[in-house]
């Protein structure tokens, strides 16, 4: 990817205790222990039944799955993120297992600004809620997107995520109108 511009990130954000390492659906995860067998990052690994077994029994917290409320302060709180950063979220999907964002570049490091956005929206949550405890796993998927092709698919497969809730595709105030 040197030389190549970056023009924008497809962030995946996880609820804390979902999509654990070792998830028969695939996992993103590195946290791996060599002795065990170290798997590379940046790639889909295979489900395994006793990693997953070895994360459930590392969670110190019940998985949270985010109920209607917590959803409103997560869009109320990436609203007022992206009304102050250099970046727009132009696609967004918040469920309650996890949310996809599509950022543009905005010359901020994109790992710091997750961080960021996760702080943020876990802040807010127990403010404004009922709601103890953590929100967001650890680790997050990033994917860096480079060209315009895989900027619309990455727009039209967050906006397919919305319409198979049964939910208008863009159906945030906060999205901004595409561009890329």
């Not at 954000?13 to 390492?21: D, E, V």
């Not at 007022?80 to 918040?94: F, G, N, Y």
């Not at 860096?144 to 995520?161: G, L, M, P, Q, T």
Request: glycine share 8%; proline share 6%; hydrophobic share 35%.
């Amino acid at each position: 990817n040197r030389g190549r511009r970056t023009i924008g990130y497809h962030l995946v954000k996880s609820a804390y205790g979902q999509w654990l390492p070792g998830d028969e659906a695939g996992h993103w995860s590195t946290a791996w222990d060599e002795r065990i067998g170290y798997l590379q990052p940046h790639m889909l690994h295979p489900g395994d039944p006793v990693r997953k077994r070895m994360a459930e029994e590392r969670m110190t917290h019940p998985p949270v799955c985010l109920d209607g409320s917590m959803i409103a302060v997560v869009i109320d709180v990436l609203g007022e993120c992206e009304s102050s950063s250099p970046w727009t979220i132009a696609a967004a999907s918040i469920e309650a297992t996890h949310m996809h964002l599509l950022l543009t570049y905005g010359g901020r490091d994109i790992h710091r600004t997750a961080k960021w956005l996760a702080q943020r929206t876990t802040k807010a949550v127990h403010q404004r809620t009922d709601h103890a405890g953590p929100v967001w796993c650890k680790g997050k998927w990033c994917g860096y997107v480079f060209d315009e092709s895989h900027w619309w698919n990455a727009r039209e497969y967050i906006e397919r995520h919305n319409v198979r809730r049964g939910v208008d595709p863009r159906p945030y105030a906060f999205i901004a109108h595409p561009r890329v």
